[in-house]
């Protein structure tokens, strides 16, 4: 079997792998507080036949080597935490994070975790929850009779009460960064959770020690520029209609080879 077909084989996967990549992008490129995938390639282990500085003679090495490649495969993918766009929206419980950090919920394992997506809802109990119904961790509770919400830049949560002049503070919304964010596990529905490889979250107060500041009738975008996306895309094409020339290409040589010999 001729390795060109096998080393083709792998380039063809690997763009198939992008391209489901770019596709999940594209979908989610209105989806609230979604950072873009990029794939991470590397080239597979090489066929060495000489190598590099082998004795020729007694008095010559060789400058160059020959190391024949086995082709392409997918190492990973990575996540890109680049801000989205901030878009106004003017509901009193949507919340953008401008900058580093993430809100952290309660799921269902009982287990943390985190969101860039700031659409916050009232349940049942008065707890703020985030849109699959997740409680925010600290925990805060609007009173009933609560008629305004009020989220400062530093995340305080205060409440105008009925028959109460001043505002009452509720709680504090906190933000948990990652020495490597990139290491998260993407979970869907918006949440990502804590790994080894992304380290032990760092909780604090937005707007201090490198976290962002939250912004109170906003949310933010996904991270998607869809022009990007497409120009991506038309490569990844192109990439694979070569990788499968390359195969036809070396099927025709194993067929004249085949007719020759008879």
Excluded: C
Excluded at 75 to 94: A, E, R
């Amino acid at each position: 079997m001729n390795p060109a077909m096998w080393i083709s084989k792998t380039g063809i996967q690997a763009q198939d792998a992008k391209l489901t990549a770019i596709a999940n992008n594209l979908a989610n490129a209105n989806t609230v507080g979604f950072k873009r995938d990029r794939m991470v390639f590397e080239d597979l282990f090489y066929q060495v036949e000489r190598q590099p500085g082998a004795k020729l003679d007694d008095n010559n090495l060789a400058p160059i080597g020959v190391q024949l490649g086995n082709g392409t495969r997918l190492l990973g993918t990575q996540k890109i935490f680049t801000g989205g766009n901030i878009m106004t929206t003017g509901q009193t419980l949507d919340v953008a994070i401008i900058g580093n950090g993430f809100l952290q919920v309660q799921m269902s394992d009982g287990e943390t975790g985190y969101t860039r997506a700031g659409q916050l809802e009232i349940n049942a109990e008065g707890r703020l929850v985030n849109a699959q119904g997740l409680p925010l961790v600290p925990e805060i509770t609007v009173p009933a009779n609560a008629t305004k919400i009020s989220i400062s830049e530093n995340g305080t949560v205060s409440a105008t009460v009925a028959g109460q002049g001043s505002q009452t503070e509720l709680g504090q919304l906190t933000l948990a960064n990652f020495v490597n964010p990139t290491g998260l596990m993407a979970l869907g529905d918006n949440l990502y959770k804590e790994t080894d490889a992304s380290g032990p979250a760092t909780v604090g107060v937005p707007g201090e020690d490198a976290l962002g500041k939250v912004k109170q009738g906003a949310l933010e975008g996904s991270n998607v520029q869809v022009v990007e996306e497409m120009v991506d895309m038309i490569s990844a094409q192109r990439t694979y209609e070569m990788n499968a020339k390359v195969l036809t290409a070396s099927d025709n040589m194993m067929q004249y080879l085949s007719q020759a010999v008879r």
